[in-house]
């Protein structure tokens, strides 16, 4: 799908690099005090970012869908016999991902001002991982793991070449986020706020 878009977009623009459309307003900085400012386009993915995390955990633990899903993840052959739609549950488990995943690709488009066909693999890797890192089937987790592993390569980028003396720079940033990432799976493999998938004792 990315090399049939970069074909298309080549054929029909000769770029695949598509500059998205900005908004005045998103270019605005909002100064915090001292020598802090903040652009509102950071406001806008952080404050939008946590409205979704609410209504995701909202909709998984509040409502009857919400618990189809979590009995479908626990146990399908059991959800199936109780008169859950297993197969329409899983279709909609993907659905509500993919439109949480286009929602970010467009606060991706707004944040960066450019896209390309291949613009949301690292994101979507670092996605993982913070799933991971926070603990699989866990949202609130997934969002700490997130924070935890921008904080890392935040460190990394800054300091990382003082540190190592000029040896390592920024570029490094991602490999020195992993490697802690395994090294505190090594240690908590559940990660940091624990699975969610099943039941204790399950």
Known sequence: MQDALR?????????????FPTVDVLDHIVPLGGNL???VKSILVIVTALLMLLALYL??????MG???RAVAQD???AALMGIPVNRVIALTFFVGGAMGGLAGVLFGLHYSLVNPYSGFIPGLK???AAVLGGIGNIPGAM???MVLGILEAFAASYLSILTAGAFGAEYKDVFAFLVLIAL???RPKGLLGERVREEGA
């Open 185 to 187: 799976l090594i240690l």
């Open 76 to 78: 399908p052959s059991t």
């Open 127 to 129: 996605a993982f991982t």
């Open 144 to 146: 700490l793991g997130g």
């Open 67 to 69: 618990t189809a899903i």
């Open 7 to 19: 074909l298309f977009e080549s054929l029909w623009r000769n770029t695949f690099y598509l500059s």
């Open 59 to 64: 909709f998984v633990n509040r409502t009857r």
């Open 37 to 39: 400012v903040v652009p």
